[in-house]
């Protein structure tokens, strides 16, 4: 094989692994933010703060991927090892739950 296609193999297998380890979060709406009982601001902040804080260890879980409940118990967990404040806590608690799955 040449080197000019085992490169151009190598680059495509390199940009598939990268593709599929990201991870698109929604973008909260209006109709999350009444469903939540939050603002669209505050879910945004939530969205946010995930992002930025969460992202470092690992990979990024869909809200929906766990019940209320379950999301209830995961955060107090990476709250300590993220050694995030209770303010950035509650804001991605808002975040997830509004697409949680119901208890």
Same mark, same amino acid.
């Given at each position: ?33 009444? !469903? ?28 929906? !991927? ?32 509004? !697409?949680?799955?119901?208890?």
């Amino acid at each position: 094989m040449k080197a000019k296609t085992k490169f151009i193999i190598l680059t495509i297998s390199v940009m598939v692994v990268i593709a599929a380890c990201s991870q698109i979060m929604y973008i909260p709406t209006n109709e999350d933010a009444q !469903r939540a009982g939050e603002s669209l601001e505050t879910l945004n902040q939530g969205k946010m703060t995930y992002e930025k804080n969460c992202a470092k260890c690992h990979g990024l879980f869909s809200p929906e !991927r766990f019940t209320q409940q379950k999301w209830a118990k995961i955060m107090p967990v990476m709250q300590k090892k993220a050694k995030i404040s209770n303010e950035e806590a509650s804001l991605i608690s808002k975040y997830v739950n509004a !697409r949680a799955k119901q208890n």
